[in-house]
């Protein structure tokens, strides 16, 4: 995007989630959350695509919520989930 703002915002989430983000495509991770992701991923395209930037929010939100909550349940159960309220 020719933004150095923005470019290094992206590479500082990138390197913040991927403790998570390697997890959730492990060998711990259930086929069916695999798929979950991956039709997520879709999803966000699309909404991309059509530049639905509500869309891409709530699902870009619920998306990287679910990848916290997938974690925390398998590694920290005794924590509290993010629910929607919470801003991630």
């Known amino acids: 995007?020719?933004?150095?703002?923005?470019s290094k915002?992206?590479?500082?989430?990138?390197?913040?989630?991927?403790i998570?983000?390697?997890f959730s495509y492990s060998r711990y991770a259930i086929p069916e959350t695999k798929q979950?992701?991956?039709d997520e991923h879709h999803e966000m395209i699309i909404c991309l695509?059509?530049?639905?930037r509500d869309g891409?929010?709530?699902?870009?939100?619920?998306?990287?919520?679910?990848?916290?909550?997938?974690?925390?349940?398998f590694f920290f159960p005794e924590e509290d989930l993010l629910t929607e309220k919470d801003v991630v």
């Open 49 to 52: 695509k059509k530049g639905d």
């Open 56 to 73: 891409i929010s709530d699902l870009s939100g619920f998306h990287i919520r679910s990848g916290i909550n997938y974690y925390l349940r």
């Open 36 to 38: 979950q992701l991956l």
């Open 9 to 18: 915002l992206t590479k500082e989430l990138r390197s913040a989630s991927v």
């Open 1 to 6: 995007a020719g933004n150095l703002y923005l």
């Open 20 to 22: 998570i983000r390697n």
